[in-house]
């Protein structure tokens, strides 16, 4: 017998229609259990405007606003402001968006929203491809990785950018990176987020086994394989310089223990894990720096 | 309280009086002046609005949604590329049912850059769902802000109020502003019944298969429907409080008339003079002014138009590879009347803000009355070949 | 228009209303149909850690209270696998559905 880790209410219903295995489902359904029903949620165009079920339906106890693949921060923004003008203070405005409409096509309202500090929580659930679509690559996909407009024979030639990083540069109170594998982590992130005003921005990594070309029961471990091989760091930023890391990884796993269980590493060779390993060694070694230097 | 402002400020005053709860906008030539006295009145606390300074139009009009989603009273004001760009959020506006006031000053689109008045800007967002209001001067801009939360809140669809770029927005009249009292008297706050409510949570806008999409569709042409007769009910209203009356369409001496012109906005205002002026050499010529061009006021002109011997219209925008957008409206809307069909001339005039002065409109009335129909679909009007 | 947990029936414009807002929830969409295994807790071996419950992106496990395993609800689970990937005792397993 153990107590629960995390909190027990259920906001998120049974019955939606995320695939077998979809880290994006489980990351709302975490998200919601902190932030519970004073909350409102901005979706644009995601996995999510499809997971929430079609009208006349929804699978979130909370009010939620569908809106254009760009503008997941600036309608939250729009929606805080409608809120705060009315009278109404108690309620959390989340934008919820995938990496696609976070990384490109809606990055300019987000930095908007970041350096005007609108008091709004921005989570991106990141699967690293445009997954609704039918997996095409966004600027989150990772360096080697396949899609369908990545193919194996020429696949993703370029890293993925640095959310965090740009996000951090604007000064904003928080912005965290967090895995649906360390709920705890995860569930505490909320909370800080939840108890501090202005804006903030959460990077969740969320597998996604339809997309990766992976069995779905291997969601989890594969984003937890993610975090002990160094390739996705846990860490988390205060007003822009203070970084703290959040999940030390002193020894970590090779690369290739979280490439080989997905698909769409399947095309890779040991030269380009080297290359691979490489890249996730300076990152690491970059971060520590910074965490060192700026506590 | 009579004051001599700006058409841009007749915009700002008409927000103020509205008690708009918040403004989200991005700067734009010539809407700046609109924006600039709204931050003044948000910032000395003489309008209590939260206004969000956007990094874009399209954010302006996203961040206008979600406000007016959660239930206030939402305000914003662009031009031209601005109103270009956010394109995609006003189906987003109206679609999901907010109504959200916007002024749009009349700007003609790049390239190449021009900052000047045509109207091919809020023309190009004809078939959005939003409620289109073409003003005359800058009394009728503060009026048609109020006016246009009265009906959009009544309707559920939003309304973009236009007034032509420096012809108005930068051009000093003499206006009425009313005691915000009285204001408030004619536009009780906002009250929606579906909203975004932590207490009735619900989604919005999801995903509607093809077996309801047109439903929700058939919704929006049945509200605007309504607003018509709202718009005119409310016109009236406003007229007995504010003694300034209001409908679709404006005639001007129309009663005994054989040609008509039809104008809008600015062009029909200067237009005026030019009908009292061939009054007085015996023509039979009257004026019919569109003021709102959505909802369309189809039967009003057939009414107006049925017996006539000719018919002028001019337009100061253009439908590339058709005619002048009001010219095909008006002719559209005709073709179904009963009775005799007058030849109707279509004249193209003053895009990209080419003075139309009344010369020129005294020219196209002229010319029409000399011709027994037109050479063709398009006149136009003062082209250097 | 009140919400409601049941399917809804919508005869056309006249019971819809203006705006596309929801009104019911997802939860009348069984999702039992979408799997092929189904996982089995061997509650016997069970040391109620409630991992299983934790990791299931379909809250498809329910939680009863601490002295007792928790209990897959066969509405909805997907048959994705990760509680018996994710057990630490190894007591869940993926039968074959039997349809």
């Known amino acids: 017998m153990s107590k629960l880790t995390i909190p027990q209410e259920e906001i998120m219903s049974s019955g939606h229609l995320a695939c077998q295995g979809c880290a994006g489902a489980l990351a709302m ?59 109404i203070n108690d309620v959390n405005v989340v934008a919820w968006a995938g990496d696609g409409g976070t990384f490109d096509i809606g990055f300019q309202a987000i930095s908007g929203a970041a350096e005007r500090n609108d008091d709004i929580l921005y989570v991106v659930y990141d699967n690293e491809a445009y997954m609704n679509t039918g997996i095409q690559r966004s600027s989150a996909t990772p360096y080697g990785a396949w899609t369908t407009t990545t193919p194996a024979n020429h696949p993703k030639d370029r890293p ?52 990766w070309k992976m069995a779905p029961e291997l969601s989890i471990e594969s984003a937890r394989l993610a975090v002990q091989t160094r390739v996705f760091p846990v860490y988390e930023v205060e007003n822009g310089v203070h970084y703290k890391l959040n999940i030390n990884v002193k020894n970590p796993k ?24 490489e890249n996730v060694d300076r990152e690491w070694e970059l971060l520590m720096r910074k965490v060192e230097t700026f506590k | 309280m009579k004051k001599v402002i700006l058409g841009d400020h007749a915009v700002s005053y008409g927000a103020l009086l509205s008690r708009v709860q918040t403004i989200a906008a991005y700067p734009i030539t010539p809407q700046t002046l609109i924006v600039e006295r709204l ?43 601005g109103l270009a760009l956010m394109h995609e959020m006003l189906h987003w506006a109206a679609g999901a049912r907010l109504p959200i006031v916007m002024a749009n000053v009349n700007r003609a689109m790049a390239p190449g850059w021009t900052i000047w008045t045509d109207q091919n800007d809020s023309l190009s967002a004809r078939d959005v769902g939003w409620m289109q209001v073409y003003c005359q001067n800058n009394q009728e801009v503060l009026d048609s802000i109020i006016l246009g939360y009265k009906v959009s809140e009544q309707v559920d669809l939003p309304t973009m109020v236009i007034l032509d770029a420096f012809v108005l927005s930068h051009t000093a009249e003499g206006v009425d502003i009313p005691d915000i009292k009285k204001v408030d008297e004619f536009l009780p706050p906002y009250k929606p019944e579906i909203k975004m409510d932590i207490n009735d949570p619900r989604s919005f806008g999801a995903l509607t298969s093809p077996d309801v999409y047109m439903e929700f569709r058939y919704k929006m042409q049945q509200a605007m429907d309504k607003a018509k007769k709202v718009i005119v009910e409310e016109g009236k209203k406003f007229g007995e409080m504010f003694g300034r009356e209001y409908g ?14 039809i104008a809008s906005a600015t062009v029909a205002s200067t237009a005026r003079a030019v009908i009292d002026e061939l009054r007085e050499k015996g023509e039979k010529v009257g004026l019919v002014r569109i003021r709102v061009f ?42 179904n009347s009963k009775g005799n069909k007058p030849p109707m001339f279509g004249y193209i005039a003053g895009l990209g803000g080419r003075d139309v002065t009344p010369k020129v409109i005294r020219e196209i009335v002229e010319d029409a009355l000399n011709k027994d129909k037109p050479e063709s679909e398009i006149i136009w009007k003062g082209v250097k070949l | 228009m ?35 295994l189904k996982p089995v807790i061997d509650e016997s071996k069970c040391i109620k850690c409630f991992i299983c419950w934790k990791f299931c992106p379909d809250a498809a496990i329910d939680f009863i209270d601490e002295n007792t395993s928790p209990k897959i609800n066969y509405d909805y689970c997907k048959g994705c696998g990760i509680c018996a990937h994710e057990c630490p005792v190894k007591c869940i397993d993926m039968v074959e559905e039997e349809r």
């Open chain 3, 2 to 36: 009140k919400h409601s947990d049941k399917d809804v029936k919508i005869k056309g414009a006249s019971d819809m209303p203006e705006m596309p807002a929801s009104l019911g929830s997802m939860a009348h969409n069984k999702t039992a149909s979408w799997r092929n």
């Open chain 1, 29 to 87: 359904r975490y998200m919601l259990k902190v932030f519970g029903k004073k909350t409102m949620l901005a979706v644009p165009a995601c996995c999510w405007s499809v997971i929430d079920g079609p009208w006349p339906y929804s699978a979130v106890s909370v009010p939620l606003f569908h809106t254009a693949f760009e503008t997941a921060a600036i309608t939250a923004s729009g929606l805080k402001a409608g809120l705060v003008a009315q009278g």
């Open chain 2, 39 to 81: 931050s003044e009145m948000t910032a000395n606390g003489e309008l209590d609005a939260i206004f969000t300074k956007v990094e874009s139009e399209h954010s302006a009009m996203a961040s206008t949604v979600g406000s007016s989603a959660a239930g206030a009273r939402a305000f914003t004001a662009t031009s031209a590329q």
């Open chain 2, 248 to 261: 679709l369409i404006e005639e001007y001496k129309t009663e005994d008339a054989d040609t008509i012109l």
């Open chain 2, 294 to 335: 959505r909802p369309f006021p189809t039967e009003e002109i057939i009414k107006v138009l049925e017996g006539r011997k000719k018919v002028v219209v001019i337009d100061r925008n253009i439908s590339f590879g058709k005619t002048g957008i009001f010219f095909d409206e008006v002719k559209g809307a005709f073709y």
């Open chain 1, 254 to 277: 090779p690369v290739g223990e979280y490439l080989k269980i997905q698909g769409r590493f399947r095309h890779l060779k040991e030269d380009d894990y080297k290359v691979i390993q």
């Open chain 1, 160 to 211: 993925k950018k640095d959310l965090v990083e740009i996000i951090a540069a604007h000064r904003v109170p928080f912005v965290a990176t967090a895995s649906v594998a360390y709920p705890e982590d995860l569930i505490k992130k909320f909370e800080k987020a939840k108890n501090t005003k202005g804006f903030k921005l959460i990077h969740i990594f969320a597998p996604c086994p339809t997309g």
